[in-house]
């Protein structure tokens, strides 16, 4: 009988998504973006519950809406290869 013993499993880390943020810049997203933050916030009525549910329901709200309207980055990777090429 033999054991075979596995290595231990590292967790990776949660890439999270980032929000476009620059779009901030333009007056028309953040118009766009308060209406639908009014929008929501006034169809969510406050629950007396707690203050973390309360938190957390106004962290998910908020990142919902601002997700809807801002949307996230995208990156775009340089080949590096090609100005090299060009000395060449």
């Not at 639908?36 to 938190?55: L, V, W």
């Not at 997700?67 to 980055?73: A, I, Q």
Request: aromatic share 8%; net charge neutral; charged share 30%.
């Amino acid at each position: 009988m033999s054991l075979k013993l596995a290595a231990p499993r590292r967790r990776q880390a949660v890439r999270r998504k980032k929000l476009d943020v620059l779009k901030l810049r333009g007056e028309e997203f953040q118009l766009q973006l308060q209406e639908n933050y009014d929008a929501q916030f006034a169809s969510t009525a406050p629950e007396p519950d707690s203050a973390e549910k309360q938190c957390s329901t106004l962290k998910e709200t908020t990142y919902k809406t601002a997700s809807e309207v801002l949307g996230f980055t995208t990156t775009v990777h340089k080949d590096w290869f090609d100005d090299q090429d060009a000395v060449a």
